[in-house]
């Protein structure tokens, strides 16, 4: 587990996010809201509205827990509904996994021995089964 920092700033909600030891629905629910405001005790978040459904109470208790215990202090977690087109952790995981993926194929396509196959063995590249190699 990552160390969180202490105190909510918005432009690192995806550090604090990665930061939390969560799993499950709690993990799910975190990753697809975004940070509202901090007050230095309510936290307001905003939930993806296309994840409604995972707004349910324990495991917003779970991440209030973990919020709790990374920030070392007692708050109140509120969350509201959200904006469709609003970029959050989960948004921008999911940006981050294309984009390796399109780069990945690319760099196959590109490669010199693939290129050597297709030519002289009639072979062709498949996209789909081409996966990025994590670093």
């Known amino acids: ?32 809201c975004i940070y509202e405001s901090w007050d230095g005790s309510l936290l307001v978040l905003k939930l993806d509205p296309q994840h409604q459904h995972l707004q349910v109470d324990r ?44 780069q990945a194929e690319k760099i196959m396509a590109e490669d010199p021995l693939v290129s050597a196959l297709e030519e002289r063995m009639g072979a062709r590249l498949i996209a789909e089964s081409i996966r990025p190699v994590d670093e």
């Open 1 to 32: 587990m990552k160390p969180a920092p202490k105190e909510l700033d918005p432009s690192r909600w995806q550090q604090v996010v990665e930061s939390l030891d969560l799993g499950g629905i709690a993990l799910q629910l975190v990753n697809n």
């Open 59 to 102: 495991p917003k208790q779970r991440l209030c827990n973990a919020l709790e215990a990374a920030l070392g202090q007692k708050i109140e977690l509120k969350i509201l509904h959200g904006s469709a087109d609003a970029v959050t952790p989960a948004r921008s995981q999911a940006i981050a996994a294309a984009d390796k993926q399109r």
